[in-house]
């Protein structure tokens, strides 16, 4: 120990390094200085390509929340009795309802032969073409389950378009597809919504790297392919960057990320002449400042040295605070490459926080999303296979709901789920989680209560969700109903528990005619 510190005592201080430099010659300290002009671009870019990449994967999160509303909508929408049982008329009234509250561009029911029953977009009756996607078709009699298609031409559309298929069961059987379309200009408006600096350009891609939404020269290329070496990569990579051209011969880096739910990307393209040009001024600034320090001699050197090992000193502890997730405020350090360093360790700490958040929260009500609810329960009831302490799921749907977004608009919407969701939360003492998992479906966990102790929780939950709202200016009043799983009993995973409480909430909405009650998992 003692040899140690004596080894560290006798070391060169940083003030003594920058004295010799300045004594030696001024060429170590322009090299050092080159180096680290080196590190501080390369540091800049990567930081950028971070934010970037941090943004085009935002825009992925947005696409793929876009994309499951659709599907939800057509899952629910294909439960319609009057689609299992081919009332066309019927259910074609229903079917322009949906398109008329903007959940999609159109709906279409088709029979395994691709031939198309009925279209939104023409009157019932009217002779129809072929589904414009029957490989997509043949997917969903085959899967049995929901898929989302590539970029294609639409059959009476005659444009691009993209669609959501899903299966309409009767008796256990695929009978129809259901198909709910999108045009690019849907996707459109999800780039535009982030508010790209001038001259960056955000595009969309399917799986197959065919352009789905541009927010330039948006109609020109969509329904082209991506530039090659971009779409090879992202085929390749599920996030990265790269130096590339636009399809209007533009060099940009590109950098991209790739839904792991949907296959589908979203590209951001940074021209490089707005990349390369602050770096190089800021470069030249950090040189004449060296230059201006070797002109000051040793005074000026043994000063600047304490300087610049304070500050790094400064930076050590934020840094660590990253690994362990704190909020990091770094106080102004004197330097400006250690300022700028403790800005990107806040500005850092902020994204992770803020992308956690955002990853695992509904964006309307704060409550948990059904990502981080399944996760939460998924914990619970392994805990209740090894120790068989019970935990039960209510699972939550609001009647009437729709007749108050059609009756007085999505804003009174809004803030009628909003002031739900305020219920919800410590209603229950029980209550591990709170959870909104659809449009107007909530979820809650229970934790410790069995059979009895949920439904009565479920009871109580009922009668204070039929309480009367003030929401929007207005005076509502909606009934809730509520389907109870319960493990050990109504499943052994998460899965079957969220099952079970579905399929008891909609026995309880048959059952009680859309007013209220709750019901248990069979």
């Known amino acids: 120990m003692a040899l140690r510190d004596a080894s560290r005592r006798s070391a060169p201080s940083i003030r003594r390094r920058l004295a010799f430099l300045v004594l030696a010659s001024a060429v170590p300290a322009v090299v050092l200085a080159a180096v680290l002009l080196a590190y501080e671009r390369r540091h800049d870019r990567e930081q950028l390509e971070d934010d970037t990449i941090a943004t085009a994967r935002a825009m992925v999160n947005a696409i793929d929340r876009e994309l499951v509303g659709i599907t939800v909508a057509a899952q629910v929408l294909s439960t319609s009795q009057r689609a299992q049982a081919g009332d066309l008329a019927a259910f074609y009234a229903?079917?322009?309802?949906?398109?008329?509250?903007?959940?999609?561009?159109?709906?279409?029911?088709?029979?395994?032969?691709?031939?198309?029953?009925?279209?939104?977009?023409?009157?019932?009756?009217?002779?129809?073409?072929?589904?414009?996607?029957?490989?997509?078709?043949?997917?969903?009699?085959?899967?049995?389950r929901p898929v989302v298609s590539d970029l294609y031409v639409g059959g009476v559309l005659r444009r691009p378009v993209v669609s959501v298929d899903v299966p309409v069961f009767r008796g256990g059987q695929v009978v129809y597809a259901l198909s709910i379309g999108m045009t690019p200009e849907r996707f459109r408006a999800i780039l535009s919504e982030q508010k790209l600096p001038p001259g960056w350009i955000g595009a969309v891609f399917d799986t197959t790297g065919t352009v789905v939404a541009r927010t330039h020269d948006h109609e020109r290329f969509v329904g082209g392919k991506g530039a090659p070496e971009l779409v090879q990569r992202m085929a390749q990579e599920p996030e990265g960057a790269l130096d590339a051209v636009t399809l209007e011969g533009i060099p940009v880096v590109s950098l991209f990320s790739r839904s792991p739910a949907s296959g589908w990307s979203v590209a951001l393209g940074v021209?490089?002449?707005?990349?390369?040009?602050?770096?190089?001024?800021?470069?030249?600034?950090?040189?004449?400042?060296?230059?201006?320090?070797?002109?000051?001699?040793?005074?000026?050197?043994?000063?600047?040295?304490?300087?610049?090992?304070?500050?790094?000193?400064?930076?050590?502890?934020?840094?660590?605070?990253?690994?362990?997730?704190?909020?990091?405020?770094?106080?102004?350090?004197?330097?400006?490459?250690?300022?700028?360093?403790?800005?990107?360790?806040?500005?850092?700490?902020?994204?992770?926080?803020?992308?956690?958040?955002?990853?695992?929260?509904?964006?309307?009500?704060?409550?948990?999303?059904?990502?981080?609810?399944?996760?939460?329960?998924?914990?619970?009831?392994?805990?209740?296979?090894?120790?068989?302490?019970?935990?039960?799921?209510?699972?939550?749907?609001?009647?009437?709901?729709?007749?108050?977004?059609?009756?007085?608009?999505?804003?009174?919407?809004?803030?009628?789920?909003?002031?739900?969701?305020?219920?919800?939360?410590?209603?229950?003492?029980?209550?591990?989680?709170?959870?909104?998992?659809?449009?107007?479906?909530?979820?809650?966990?229970?934790?410790?209560?069995?059979?009895?102790?949920?439904?009565?929780?479920?009871?109580?939950?009922?009668?204070?969700?039929?309480?009367?709202?003030?929401?929007?200016?207005?005076?509502?009043?909606?009934?809730?109903?509520?389907?109870?799983?319960?493990?050990?009993?109504?499943?052994?995973?998460?899965?079957?528990?969220?099952?079970?409480?579905?399929?008891?909430?909609?026995?309880?909405?048959?059952?009680?005619?859309?007013?209220?009650?709750?019901?248990?998992?069979?």
């Open 94 to 144: 229903q079917a322009q309802e949906v398109v008329a509250n903007g959940i999609g561009a159109n709906v279409v029911l088709s029979d395994a032969s691709g031939r198309q029953l009925m279209n939104t977009l023409r009157p019932l009756g009217e002779a129809l073409p072929p589904h414009g996607n029957p490989g997509q078709l043949r997917a969903v009699f085959a899967a049995r």
């Open 271 to 522: 021209p490089r002449a707005s990349l390369t040009g602050p770096l190089w001024r800021r470069s030249a600034a950090a040189a004449a400042a060296v230059a201006a320090v070797l002109a000051l001699g040793l005074a000026l050197a043994w000063w600047i040295g304490g300087s610049i090992a304070r500050s790094i000193r400064a930076l050590s502890e934020p840094a660590s605070q990253i690994g362990r997730r704190g909020r990091i405020e770094v106080p102004p350090l004197g330097l400006r490459e250690a300022d700028e360093v403790g800005e990107a360790l806040a500005r850092a700490s902020r994204m992770i926080a803020a992308a956690e958040h955002r990853a695992q929260h509904d964006p309307l009500t704060g409550l948990a999303n059904g990502a981080l609810f399944r996760e939460v329960a998924a914990h619970r009831t392994e805990l209740c296979k090894r120790t068989q302490a019970p935990v039960s799921i209510l699972f939550i749907d609001l009647d009437g709901f729709k007749q108050v977004n059609d009756a007085f608009g999505h804003e009174c919407g809004d803030a009628l789920l909003c002031a739900v969701a305020e219920r919800l939360k410590g209603a229950l003492r029980a209550a591990r989680s709170e959870a909104r998992v659809g449009g107007d479906e909530f979820a809650v966990l229970l934790e410790g209560a069995g059979r009895e102790a949920a439904d009565a929780a479920a009871a109580k939950l009922a009668g204070l969700l039929a309480d009367p709202y003030q929401a929007g200016g207005r005076s509502l009043q909606i009934s809730a109903s509520i389907g109870v799983a319960t493990c050990p009993g109504s499943g052994a995973g998460v899965e079957e528990l969220l099952r079970g409480a579905d399929e008891a909430m909609y026995r309880v909405k048959l059952k009680a005619g859309r007013r209220r009650g709750a019901g248990r998992a069979a």
